[in-house]
């Protein structure tokens, strides 16, 4: 049975707002996350991902208020990021109206958290998000990093999204360094790793700039859920768009 394809419009999180970079940094302003969410429920996106980005580079976490706001203004499914490093943290954060949280950082420093989280609150409200970049060095070829992008820890991100789902992870979410916010492609080979890798809903996050690189996302990729940013900020295109494309290209999806 052909997966139906999900698109998911991401709202990065700074200060109370939505912003956007390339490479993780050049920070823009791309406008209000409550107006930008309801927005995009309204063109028909099937999910909504909010991360507070610098969360963890600052040390705090996820600012619930800019969550509950989020949540209260749409029905649709919404997963959080950013800041949650606890099994607390997990839980006020699905109490303010989330349906999946999205850990990083926190988990690659104690793995046990995913499998702690996943029996408390069951796979499905789990997402792993694994940032990577290019490192030969690697068997791989793609070395995990953290904290925003901005350490490298020396591991395979490969054998850690197989150690994720392991540990009971629902949902795996790369995004390659080397192509997020570029509007240049996803990075195919990287997203194709991950979804050979894992038995698991793959996100493709990072870099999607036209119609075609959805397509490429779900079928060279292999991921369920097109994760997109600044396509849909600055309107270059609209999701229907996007789903109309993909369905004459052949796939599933929900208009």
Known sequence: MMNIIKIMPCLDMKEGRVVKGIHFVNIKEAGDPVENAAFYEKEGADELAMLDIAATIESRKTRLEWVKNVSSAIKIPLTVGGGISALKDIELVLKAGVNRISMNSAAVKDPDLVRQASKKFGKDKITI?????????????????????TKPVGRDAIDWAKQCQELGAGVILPTSM????????????????????VDLPVVASGGAGNLEHFYEGAVKGGAQILLAASVFHYRILSIREVKEYLIMKGLQVNL
Not at 129 to 149: K, M, T
Not at 178 to 197: C, H, K, M, V
């Open 178 to 197: 080397d192509g997020d916010g570029t509007q240049t492609g996803y990075d195919l080979e990287f997203t194709r790793a991950i979804s050979d890798a």
């Open 129 to 149: 998000a694994i940032d990577a970049r290019r490192n030969q060095q690697i068997p791989s070829g793609f070395e995990l990093v953290i904290s925003g992008g």
